[in-house]
């Protein structure tokens, strides 16, 4: 079977449109996908920074509570802590959840601990910054997802 010159440039015509638009929707396709992609990351980080921007404003009031507080009068006060901390354990790297329970560890001892005296209370709260370690693990995380 022979073909004649005419059939033979009209497949190779077909075959150069299919191949043509085939890349067309590979490229339109991988395009979506790496933009669908990036968003659902921008997604997963803006969740995150919420749910850290809220750990440390609770871990903030709390620890500051403690420190003029001779003890936990109100174990609730702690409760938005540990919902949040839960929260973070659904996705969260171990060394966040880590720095997230150090934290809390932290401000219960607070509690625990003898209220200093009205003038040691301001220098303590500048010594003693114990969303530090918390905030970096936040960063990095962060940073991985970026």
Known sequence: MTLDPATISAL????GSAIGALS???TTWLTQYQKDHMQRLEQKG??????FGELIDQASKTYADGI?????????KLVPMYATINKLRLFATPNTI????AV????????ESPSPAPEARNTHVAAHDILRTFAESCRVELAHLR
């Open 24 to 26: 067309s929707v590979a």
């Open 104 to 111: 809390l560890e932290r401000i219960i001892e607070t509690y």
């Open 46 to 51: 803006s969740h995150r920074e919420r749910l």
């Open 12 to 15: 190779s015509a077909l075959a």
């Open 68 to 76: 003029v507080q001779e003890r936990l009068d109100d174990p609730a």
């Open 98 to 101: 880590g720095a997230a329970e």
